[in-house]
C-alpha cells in the first residue's frame, strides 16, 4: 500500500474491482512476494478504460517488466490491435512474453528488448496510448519524441508520478526515494503542465497517474 490513498479506500476499491482474470490475479499474488514494482489491478482497470475510451489499436508501453500492465493493455485491444512494449533487463522480457502467450494475448503484445532511448529511434507511430512506465529519470529525456509517436488525440499515461508522495513538498517527513528520480518527476510534471501540444490533469491513485491527451490542433 503507498501513502497517497489511505488503505482502506484502496481496499474498497479492489473489492470494486472483477476483472476476474485468473493470469493477473496469479502474477499479482506471485508478486506479493517478490515485489517488483509493477502498477496494481485499480491502475490496471484504469489503463483499460483508457485504450478502450480512445478506442486504441496501437499502443506503446515503455517498461514491461514482466508483462504484468502489459496484459491490461493488451486485453482492451480489438483483434488485429497491437501493444509494443520495451523493456531493457533480458530475462524479464522474456518472462512477460511467456505472460503474454500463459494470458493468450501473444498475438496482440510484443516485447522489444533493450533501452528505450535507443529503441523508440527504431519504432514508427502513430500510437492512439502511449504508457511510460520506465525509468523515471527518463520521462523529461523522452517526452518530446514520445508525443510525436502519439496519435492527435490519443494519451500519454504516466505512472509514479507522485512517487509515494515525495514529489509534494512537505508531504513526507522523511524521504526514502531516491531524490535524483524525484526531481525528475517533479521536472516531468512541470514539463507535462507547460506543454504545448498536451493536455494533462492527473488521477492520485496508488502512485499518481498521470492522463495527457494530444491536443489536435
Ligand atoms: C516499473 S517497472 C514496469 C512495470 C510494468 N509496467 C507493470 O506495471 O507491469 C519498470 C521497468 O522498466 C525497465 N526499464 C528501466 N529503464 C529502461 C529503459 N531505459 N529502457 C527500457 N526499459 C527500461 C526496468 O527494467 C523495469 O522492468
Do not use: C
Not at 476499491?13 to 496494481?40: I, K, S
Not at 491490461?72 to 530475462?91: C, F, I, K, N
Amino acid at each position: 500500500m503507498g501513502q497517497i490513498v489511505p488503505d482502506a479506500v484502496e481496499r474498497y476499491l479492489a473489492g470494486l474491482n472483477r476483472a476476474g482474470d485468473a493470469v493477473l490475479d496469479d502474477l499479482a499474488r506471485a508478486n506479493q512476494v517478490r515485489q517488483l514494482p509493477l502498477v496494481d489491478a485499480e491502475v490496471g482497470a484504469l489503463l483499460r478504460v483508457l485504450a478502450t475510451a480512445v478506442g486504441a489499436t496501437r499502443i506503446l508501453e515503455i517498461g514491461t517488466a514482466i508483462g504484468y500492465s502489459g496484459i491490461w493493455l493488451a486485453r482492451a485491444l480489438p483483434p488485429g490491435g497491437m501493444l509494443v512494449s520495451m523493456e531493457m533487463d533480458a530475462d524479464r522480457a522474456r518472462e512477460a512474453r511467456e505472460n503474454f502467450e500463459r494470458a493468450g494475448v501473444s498475438d496482440r503484445a510484443s516485447v522489444i528488448v533493450g533501452d528505450a532511448q535507443r529503441m523508440l529511434a527504431k519504432v514508427s507511430g502513430p500510437f492512439d496510448l502511449i504508457f511510460q512506465d520506465g525509468d523515471k529519470r527518463l520521462y523529461t529525456p523522452l517526452l518530446d519524441r514520445l508525443v510525436a509517436l502519439l496519435r492527435p488525440g490519443g494519451l500519454l499515461v504516466t505512472d509514479n508520478v507522485l512517487w509515494d508522495g515525495e514529489v509534494v513538498p512537505g508531504f513526507v517527513p522523511a524521504a526514502v526515494r531516491d531524490p535524483v528520480e524525484t526531481r525528475a518527476i517533479a521536472e516531468y510534471n512541470e514539463a507535462l503542465a507547460i506543454h504545448p501540444q498536451l493536455v494533462t490533469a492527473t488521477v492520485p491513485l496508488r502512485d499518481g497517474v498521470s492522463i495527457s491527451v494530444k491536443r489536435t490542433a
